[in-house]
């Protein structure tokens, strides 16, 4: 790829062979090409705008649903930092939200604001441009349930604006393309009373904190739910609770965990899921599909 001296000039800052482990929650993978953390939005843009268009870009959040590959990922990795995690208050049930923005920030702003319907988002473990690609959800609620509308930085450096309705959001997916990074989202809850809105966020975390290995290395839920299906019941139907192949294992709380125990190649864990899939569809007959991204190179 390109030296740094053929890539754009930036204000913030521009890494090349950047360590990529660090900032997801398996810490497992290889190094970024290049990761580029923008001072701002104008920033981003003016570099995709002068980015060679044959180089790939991927956006990371707080890289919680995510293996990166052991050979690491090519191109620019675009990681938003502390300027793109504001939040404004635009009426009374209604909040503009950055894309670096998190879960947590999102919902505890809309818990202090009296806006209720946005608590499921602290149940989700990633930024607003994450669950706003991958139509998050937790709890019964998902990012289609209260998004008006999101800003997009495309891959050549356009600046579109998409409706809801725009995203043609299916379960866990969206119809943004490769490239783009969400610089903001629009979420409309309801009005609602702080305590009662604090008491269904703390009640969310408590369920969160027994259920699932939140204190390990993980990363979040790794198969999609099929149709009339619960993907864990079929990880444990399937025998794998607690299965293991080199560092990695099935978490024992919760099946549909993997886990880094401490030495896990991203190799042994996307292994791994491998198995758990093969072995759950030798048992049940059903495909299970990776919710996880995997990214880079093997």
């Known amino acids: 790829m390109s030296s740094i001296a053929e890539l754009p000039q930036v204000k913030g800052k521009l890494k090349s062979d950047a360590p990529l482990a660090p900032l997801v929650w398996f810490k497992s993978g290889g190094n970024a090409e ?3 953390e923008p001072a701002d939005e104008a920033d981003l843009v003016d570099f995709l705008r002068q980015l060679d268009p044959d180089v790939p870009v991927m956006a990371l959040g707080l890289g ?3 293996i990166v590959r052991d050979g690491g990922v090519p ?3 675009v990681r938003l930092g502390k300027a793109f995690a504001k939040i404004d208050r635009l009426d009374e049930t209604t909040l503009q939200c950055g894309g670096g923005a998190s879960g947590i920030l999102v919902s505890s702003t809309a818990r202090d604001a009296g806006v209720a319907g946005l608590e499921f988002l602290r149940g989700i473990p990633g930024t607003v441009g994450g669950f706003v690609r991958m139509n998050g959800g937790a709890y019964g609620r998902e990012v ?3 998004l008006l509308s999101c800003r997009v930085a495309l891959r050549d450096g356009t600046v579109e604006k998409w409706p809801a309705e725009r995203l043609g959001y299916t379960y866990r997916h969206s119809e943004l393309p490769e490239g783009a990074v969400v610089l903001s989202a629009v979420f409309r809850g309801t009005p609602g009373q702080p305590e009662a809105i604090g008491a269904e966020m703390d009640a969310i975390a408590r369920a969160r904190e027994e259920s699932q290995p939140l204190r390990s290395r993980t990363g979040g839920s790794t198969f999609r739910n099929p149709p009339g299906h619960k993907a864990w019941a079929l990880v444990d139907a399937a025998g794998c609770r607690g299965m293991t192949l080199g560092g990695a294992q099935v978490s024992e ?5 993997l886990l880094n125990t401490g030495s896990a190649t ?3 864990i996307e292994a791994l899921g491998e198995e758990v899939r093969r072995r759950v569809m030798e048992k049940t007959n059903i495909q299970l599909e990776w ?5 880079g190179v093997e």
Do not use: A, P, T, Y
């Open 144 to 146: 289609c349930d209260i």
């Open 266 to 268: 991203s190799s042994d």
């Open 34 to 36: 290049w990761l580029f």
């Open 64 to 66: 919680s649903n995510m």
């Open 291 to 295: 919710e996880i991204q995997r990214v």
């Open 75 to 77: 191109g620019v990795v």
């Open 253 to 257: 709380k919760h099946c549909n965990f």
